[in-house]
């Protein structure tokens, strides 16, 4: 059964940093894409950064392009999340996202590109 667990919540201030982690275990995370979503109070999931399994290839939303990197260590089965320049706009509960097969292109950029979810990590930024 694979899992995730996500970890690295916090509150912080604006412009200050945060590293979310999501530990994966059930399968080898090496192979597939994963991703992080998150989801404001009131507000509907959205789509925060996405990495290939390799290559380096990654997707970002325009609103965190330049301030977050999503990176990924294939023998802790570990993918990350450095948020930085934070802004009370970020504060959500984030959830990463593995996918179900090792393909790469813009669907990743949606919920409906994965089938695996952790239970999620809440990011609160004070202004």
């Known amino acids: 059964q694979v899992q995730l667990v996500e970890s690295g919540g916090g509150v912080v201030q604006a412009g200050d940093s945060l590293r979310l982690s999501c530990a994966t275990s059930?399968?080898?995370?090496?192979?597939?894409?994963m991703g992080w979503f998150r989801q404001a109070p009131g507000k509907e999931r959205e789509f925060v950064a996405a990495i290939r399994w390799r290559g380096g290839h990654t997707y970002y939303a325009d609103s965190v392009k330049g301030r977050f990197t999503i990176s990924r260590d294939n023998a802790k089965n570990t993918v990350y999340l450095q948020m930085n320049s934070l802004e009370p706009e970020d504060t959500a509960g984030y959830h990463c996202a593995g996918a179900p097969t090792t393909g790469w292109g813009p669907g990743r950029r949606t919920e409906k590109g994965y089938n695996y979810g952790g239970q999620g990590t809440q990011g609160t930024v004070s202004s």
């Open positions: 059930g399968r080898t995370t090496s192979t597939y894409p």
